[in-house]
C-alpha cells in the first residue's frame, strides 16, 4: 500500500487504486474487460459526486469496514492510509473508531426483550424489570443533551445492566464531547454504517438522518452516503480477482 504522501495524488475514483497488486488489474481485465469497465464506473460514480469531501467520504468508507458488522481488514487500511491523503487527521481516524464500537450494542435491543419475553413464560421470579433510579435517570439526560436522542431500547438495559449501561453511555457520548469531528460529520458516520447492508438498522439510520437535517444536512449529501455504502459490494470483486491472480502466479 502507497504511503499517505504518495496517495495524496492519486485518483481516488480510479478502481485500480483500491487492488493491492495493481498487475490484477490487468489479468482481470484480459478476462472480462466489459465487466471490469462496468465495476469501474459503478465505483467511480460516488467520487465523482460533489456533495462530500473527499476527506469526508474516506471517513464515511473506513467507518463502514471498521464497524463490528464488517471489520473487513483490507479496506480498513486502505481507508485509513486514504482518508489521511485526503486530508484527515489522526484525530479524526480516532474519533471514527470511537464513534462505530457501539453498534454492536445493536444486537442487546433485539436480545434482551426475547430474554425478558423467555423469563416471563417460563414463569421465572424477578422476570419484571427493576424500578428506575435516579442515576439511570441523570445518565439519560446528559445522553440526550449530549446526543439529541434517547432510544427507548436503552432502557431495559440500564435497569437490568446497569453497569454495562453506565460503561456504554460513557462510550456513546465520549467522541460527542471530545471528538475532532463535528456534529454532522458524526452523524454522517452514524447514517453510513447503520445504511450499510451487513447492517441495516432502520431505527439508528432514521435517527441520525433526522438529527444531520437538524445539523444542516442535505438531501444530496445524505444520498451520496447511501452510495458510497453500497459500494461494499464492490469489495467482493476485488478480493476475488486477487484471490484468483496472487501474486506468486505473475
Known amino acids: 500500500m502507497q504511503s499517505s504522501s504518495e496517495s ?15 498487475t ?10 466489459t465487466s471490469y469497465d462496468a465495476v469501474s464506473q459503478f465505483w467511480r460514480a460516488p467520487f ?10 474516506e471517513l464515511i468508507l473506513l467507518a463502514i469496514h471498521a464497524s463490528a458488522s464488517a471489520l473487513n481488514l483490507q479496506p480498513i487500511k486502505r481507508h485509513v492510509d486514504r ?5 484527515a487527521s489522526k484525530e ?16 442487546l435491543y433485539f436480545s434482551v426483550p426475547i ?11 424477578g422476570a419484571s424489570l427493576p424500578p428506575e433510579d435516579a442515576k439511570f435517570e441523570a445518565a439519560k439526560q446528559d445522553f440526550i443533551a449530549i446526543r439529541g436522542f ?5 432502557d431495559a438495559l440500564a435497569r437490568l445492566i446497569p453497569e ?15 471528538g475532532s469531528l463535528g456534529r454532522k460529520e458524526r452523524e454522517f458516520i452514524c447514517i453510513g454504517i447503520d445504511c450499510a447492508v451487513t447492517h441495516t438498522y432502520g431505527p439508528g439510520l432514521r435517527i441520525h438522518i433526522r438529527n444531520a437535517l437538524k445539523c444542516g444536512a442535505t438531501r444530496d449529501e445524505i444520498l451520496e452516503i447511501f452510495q458510497l455504502a453500497a459500494l461494499m459490494g464492490v469489495e467482493s470483486y476485488v478480493m476475488g480477482a486477487e484471490a484468483m491472480f496472487p501474486r506468486d502466479d505473475h
Open 8 to 22: 495524496g495524488h492519486r485518483d481516488l475514483g480510479a478502481l485500480e487504486e483500491i487492488f493491492d497488486d495493481p
Open 24 to 33: 490484477v488489474v490487468e489479468h482481470v481485465r484480459k478476462v472480462s474487460p
Open 48 to 57: 465523482n459526486a460533489k456533495h462530500l469531501s473527499p476527506r469526508m467520504k
Open 83 to 87: 482518508a489521511l491523503a485526503a486530508g
Open 92 to 107: 479524526d481516524i480516532v474519533d471514527v473508531l470511537i464513534s462505530i464500537i457501539g453498534l454492536a450494542n445493536h444486537a
Open 115 to 125: 430474554l425478558e419475553e423467555e423469563m416471563k413464560t417460563a414463569g421465572r421470579e
Open 150 to 154: 434517547w432510544n427507548s431500547d436503552r
Open 164 to 178: 454495562y449501561f453506565t460503561a456504554l453511555t460513557n462510550l456513546s457520548v465520549e467522541s460527542w464531547k471530545r
